[in-house]
């Protein structure tokens, strides 16, 4: 399998009245045809990561090291004309509130014939025949006249999925979906999570997920890799990781999911809150919170750790774990 | 197939935004009674030739001041004997001009400059803001007058400096409805697929921020009447025998105790047009706003 996506010690600094460590040192890989879930609570650099993945970041308060690379092009290194080809067309993204990422004094067809006009240089008569088509494919019931339709006209489920025909108007090779159905209900969001799917089989895309529903992650991703302070501290298969955590960070977040806890009984908390960012982390930045935190913890950084083919952790905990599988 | 019967059976096409607008506006009384005065207005002053009136020049010493209702002159005469509604008329050609004119060049002038300083944002932002905020601290009133004085009495430097006077304000307007657009979602989403500055500006940002512009820009039309006509009084636009508004109230300010109903048309006259533009104005604001 080759890898669409190469992060290698990806760090992220917001400059400005504070200094913010928003991304430190994070490594990470997308494969072919893969979905992979970046989880984390608020604030843990999720978005930033993806947003990275598109130099969508202010370019004046922002300072990124290390290196990106989509299809073997290396990102961080684009002119913005080659960012606008790449943008859209070989990477685009799914926001969280569809009604605020929409235009709103634009019809849908518009915005998604703008797209691929720009794209592809189609004729207008063509790129709305292709805004048709893609609200069909994303299954909105009478496409033709929701072409013609204001986003404030359509429900948040509707809206969502205009989102997607938009972002996927000019066949992108990867999907960015920053949390694409937090603002969405319960019933809405499944259905969302069931097209998404179904249309990453069919476009045969490679999606980075974020969230920070572990519910929904599960229900969408092959490998997921969860962030906590702006690193990733455990990575793996979405069977590994949720069958066996290995960092405590990764083992509370799953303790602390409704799905399958028992009536009556208190859910599971992590105490404490997230460090400030703004420090680069010398040590784990977990550690304050942890309840397995050993003297170590607090000194140096702990190592990361390779568990299995597919499965690394960065915790002094993941060394026994290693060494006792294998 | 049942199913695209279906769809193809609901053609009640949806409209178009300004589609809306248009109908919404249709059905706000006090909005169509304005549009309609004002077409009068504007209808006859643009077609005052051919409306087989006296002529506004032609004064005479025996009529002077007669009042309003005395036969062969429905408005009475003014301080010259001449006939006030045919001055009426043609005055409003020059008033209406001087009107709408400097309200055109400002917003063209000022839409642009909000709409840089507010997407671009930073140095360039300030630089232009601030040169903007200068004119915005004289009172617009005696903006108008020094920027007036100091170019010469005239129309076109009348219109010059109301325009200067009107472009702070635009700008300004422009410029904090452009910030708050440039900070939506769906800015990013522009640029995440794939749209530069000038399409994102030209596109998203101008869709966005010329309704509440043209609005408050035809707001200012009154206003700018209400300068050009202030002008025109203290001798700074129009000259004399040209009918204005204006300069009109100014000469029969004299006639005021002899003959007040006529000495007060004039202000009558900018009073509807401004009045009118307001409300219009207003109903605009509302209509546009679809999105409640």
């Known amino acids: ?326 | 197939m049942s199913d695209t019967a279906l769809q193809a059976a609901p053609t009640t096409k949806a409209r178009g935004y300004w589609a809306t607008v248009a109908r919404r506006i249709t059905r706000d009384k006090v909005s169509m009674v304005c549009a309609l005065i004002l077409i009068l207005i504007f209808a006859s002053a643009l077609l005052a030739p051919w409306l087989h009136l006296a002529d506004p020049y032609q004064g005479s010493m025996i009529r002077r001041l007669r009042h309003i209702g005395t036969p062969n002159y429905p408005l009475g005469t003014d301080e010259l004997g001449r006939d006030m509604l045919a001055r009426l008329i043609y005055g409003g050609r020059l008033s209406l001009i001087i009107g709408i004119l400097p309200v055109i060049f400002a917003f063209v002038v000022g839409t642009s400059l909000g709409l840089i300083a507010g997407y671009v944002g930073g140095k360039l932002n300030t630089a232009i803001m601030r040169t903007v905020d200068v004119f915005y601290a004289f009172p617009s009133v005696l903006l108008a007058i020094a920027i007036s004085g100091a170019l010469g009495a005239g129309i076109v430097n009348s219109i010059v400096s109301l325009t200067i006077v009107f472009v702070p304000q635009i700008t300004r307007v422009a410029e904090s409805v452009t910030t708050g657009v440039r900070n939506m979602d769906f800015v990013e989403a522009a640029r995440a697929s794939g749209a530069g500055p000038f399409t994102i500006m030209r596109v998203h940002m101008l869709g966005n921020v010329l309704g509440p512009i043209f609005v408050y820009a035809t707001g200012l039309i009154s206003v700018s009447m209400i300068l050009a006509a202030g002008l025109s009084f203290l001798g700074l636009g129009t000259k004399p025998p040209e009918p204005e508004w204006g300069l009109m109230l100014n000469t029969l300010r004299t006639a005021i105790y002899v003959n007040p109903w006529v000495a007060a048309l004039p202000g009558a006259m900018i009073f509807a047009v401004s009045i009118c533009f307001n409300l219009l104005s207003d109903g605009m604001r509302s209509a546009m706003d679809i999105r409640n």
């Open chain 1, 1 to 326: 399998m080759t890898d669409l996506v190469e992060i290698d010690n990806l760090n992220i600094r917001f400059t400005g009245d504070r200094t913010v460590h928003a991304v430190n040192d994070l490594s990470l890989r997308l494969g072919e045809g893969e979905v992979l879930g970046l989880l984390g609570e608020s604030g843990s650099g999720k978005s930033v990561t993806l947003r990275a993945l598109m130099r969508l970041l202010p370019r004046k308060r922002t300072q990124i090291a290390g290196s990106v690379k989509v299809l073997g092009q290396d990102v961080l290194a684009m002119d913005d004309e080659a960012l606008s080809a790449f943008r859209g067309q070989t990477v685009s993204m799914i926001f969280q509130e569809p009604a605020l990422a929409l235009d709103p004094v634009y019809t849908i067809g518009r915005q998604i014939a703008e797209t691929v006009i720009r794209h592809e240089g189609k004729s207008e008569r063509e790129a709305m025949a292709r805004a048709l088509e893609m609200l069909e494919v994303v299954r909105i019931p009478s496409a033709k006249r929701r072409l013609e339709s204001y986003p404030h006209e359509m429900s948040g489920g509707m809206r969502q999925r205009a989102m997607i025909a938009l972002a996927l108007a000019c066949k992108p090779k990867i999907l960015l979906a920053d949390e694409p159905t937090t603002a969405l209900d319960a019933t809405v969001q499944i259905q969302i999570l069931l097209l998404l799917r179904e249309l990453q089989r069919e476009f045969g895309m490679s999606v980075i997920f974020v969230t920070h529903d572990i519910g929904v992650a599960i229900e969408i991703c092959d490998r997921v890799a969860v962030m906590y302070a702006g690193q990733i501290v455990e990575q793996g298969t979405l069977r590994g990781i949720v069958r066996a955590p290995v960092h405590p960070y990764a083992k509370g977040l799953l303790a602390s999911t409704i799905h399958g806890a028992k009536r009556g009984a208190r859910l599971e908390t992590i105490p404490g809150t997230p460090p400030s960012l703004d420090h680069a982390p010398a040590s784990c930045s977990f550690a304050p919170r942890c309840s397995v935190a050993q003297p170590g913890c607090a000194e140096k950084l702990p190592p990361n750790v390779q568990i299995a083919p597919d499965h690394a952790a960065r915790c002094v905990l993941a060394e026994s774990a290693s060494t006792a599988i294998t």
